[in-house]
């Protein structure tokens, strides 16, 4: 029968207690089809960090390579200095994968609680790209530490690189209720600003029935706050795609529910799927974690393997699982593994 | 009797609009104190552009320097290409006469509307470099417009251009409610990241009483979504401070509400108010515009050249005006002069 070589990467904190569900609810969608699920552990994050000082290594990155695709929790803590892991591991992964798509849904499920009043109907798309921009990294400063430092961050943007994301976002708008909105600043940022127009306004030629819309990353703010309904798909750099996707996770429900995947949409390198949050460490080995983020993030790794029915069916158990917590404080009150066996039933339809 | 000179930038669309009216109101609030205001009109913005082809001479630059501060509308129509009045104009006249604080106050007022559900006690304020960072139009393109482009954004820090700003900060942190948060990306811009925080640790060290606290921007996003009563003062490079901006004027009330002061403390050129909002070329000519936004800026302004009671002033007879238009369909229907009239009343007492 065939076989799914999931790469594991538990992570720390909570990253320990979301991943065991989130794989329970991937082997429970792929029974159906007879898939089965081998799994590979990797000791990575703040643990494996403080032990070795080791964040990822060339092994590490040949062992992940040969898996169909990776299921990441969460990394970090507050002992490790800022910036080792996340350019270390997280963005060594999405660079060195060429993770060029950074995938972020948002939707308000029924019975979903958003801080905003009127949120309205909010079932938009983030395509974030994911080796460019301001994070590839390029950077320094000089006379360090002294009174006359000098630090640069150098956003790269190549296009290639555009195209190859800015398409990709054309296709999910196609599939979908064909609007794309560029979120940019090129009136200030005009070099990179206009290298973003010009693909869109290009590729947009390819795609005639989809309506192509702009907003700078400040307006895009105000959109969120006030009018969230009126996305689709949102098309946007490394650094913006950061913000706005954090603000869409605010007000489409909450980090907890969050999930994205890292696409490498040509297959050359396997995709890596996480929950946006992080590792949590206050509330961590308390059970106390909302695992569906990573479920979520699971179903968008079974949409990505082309197991499309197994995922609508994790989403539809995320969406019933949703709705029922608002009418149940006992519900709403489950643990971690609680949350894991009622979306794993759902899953199994038992 | 002393004279105020003040350069007036009115704009485009509604500019031309808004400003009268914050002129209205700066002269009621300095009436009972017996200074006088001298305008002298500077014809800057699409229009003169369209004309001429002049976005902001050094002849410009030398007569706006003789005034005691600048009062701007908003610039810009559709017919301009992108950057050319934002780096040519605004941009120009900031990074000209070092204006390197951009100070943005987010306080909701009683009987105005958030669009967040349970917005809190809003008050803080935002400081913004407003010299540094991405802005500096450090960029370029290479083999521009075809298949290999490659285009870049440098963002630039220096510890001279953070450590004046953040010093700013704690001092406005002094006398408010002594709590400052710093909003970066130092896990993965790491150099300017560093930088940043280094200096806020240095100068905070000298604030023994101010709370210090850090947030991610993206952190930040989902903190003015959920929970903005947290912060009092915002510390934050000139990109991320406009985006965090424009999210804070969202949730507290309104883009129609949100003034802004770019700032030379030390005094060596003039320093500029205006408001948030753009030119809005479809509601410009009907008397629809809210000058609200500018007459809070006139308010910022008052404040910086030391007039704090008529600043008051200004200030009372807004958040009257506001809480009165809640309990009014009347009030809430009037048009920019009406809420002229009503503010200039208010500020003389009437
Ligand atoms: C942890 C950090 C490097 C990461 C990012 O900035 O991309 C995170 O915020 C995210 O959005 O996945
Ligand atoms: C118009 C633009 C250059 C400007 C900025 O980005 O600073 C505006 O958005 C603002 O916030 O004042």
Redesign the pocket.
């Known amino acids: 029968s065939p076989v799914l070589k999931l790469a594991v990467i538990e992570g720390d904190g909570i990253g320990k207690e979301v991943v065991p569900q989130g794989l329970r609810a991937l082997r429970a969608a792929l029974e159906p089809i007879g898939v089965t699920v081998e799994t590979t552990d990797f000791d990575l994050g703040a643990g494996r960090w403080h032990r070795t000082g080791e964040t990822l290594t060339d092994e590490d990155m040949e062992r992940l390579a040969e898996h169909d695709a990776i299921l990441l929790g969460a990394v970090g803590d507050p002992e490790v200095p800022s910036g080792v892991l996340e350019r270390g591991l997280l963005l060594k992964l999405r660079f060195g994968f060429d993770h060029y798509v950074n995938l972020r849904p948002t939707k308000l499920m029924p019975g979903v609680a958003s801080p905003l009043k009127d949120p309205g109907d909010m079932d938009f798309l983030v395509v974030r790209e994911g080796t460019e921009g301001p994070y590839v990294g390029n950077g320094g400063s000089m006379r360090t530490g002294t009174d006359l430092e000098v630090a640069t961050e150098v956003s790269l943007n190549t296009a290639v690189g555009v195209e190859r994301v800015v398409r990709y976002a054309f296709e999910q708008a196609e599939a979908r209720r064909k609007k794309l909105t560029l979120v940019h600043?090129h009136?200030?940022l005009v070099h990179a600003g206009h290298l973003w127009r010009r693909i869109v306004e290009e590729v947009g030629a390819e795609h005639p029935d989809v309506a192509v819309d702009y907003a700078?990353v400040?307006a895009a703010m105000i959109y969120l706050a006030t009018d969230p309904g009126r996305f689709d798909v949102i098309v946007t750099d490394n650094l913006f795609g950061d913000i706005v996707t954090d603000l869409a996770a605010a007000v489409g429900g909450g980090i907890g529910l969050a999930a994205s995947g890292n696409l490498n949409p040509s297959g050359a390198y396997p995709s890596m799927f996480e929950p946006v949050h992080g590792s949590a460490p206050d509330i961590a080995g308390q059970n106390l974690a909302d695992p569906t983020a990573t479920v979520l993030s699971v179903a968008l790794l079974l949409d990505h393997l082309g197991h499309v029915e197994p995922a609508a069916a994790v989403r539809a158990a995320v969406e019933s699982d949703l709705a029922a917590r608002t009418d149940s404080e006992e519900l709403a009150r489950r643990g971690t593994t609680q949350i894991g066996d009622a979306l794993v039933a759902a899953i199994s339809g038992r």
């Open positions: 600043k009136n200030v700078h400040d």
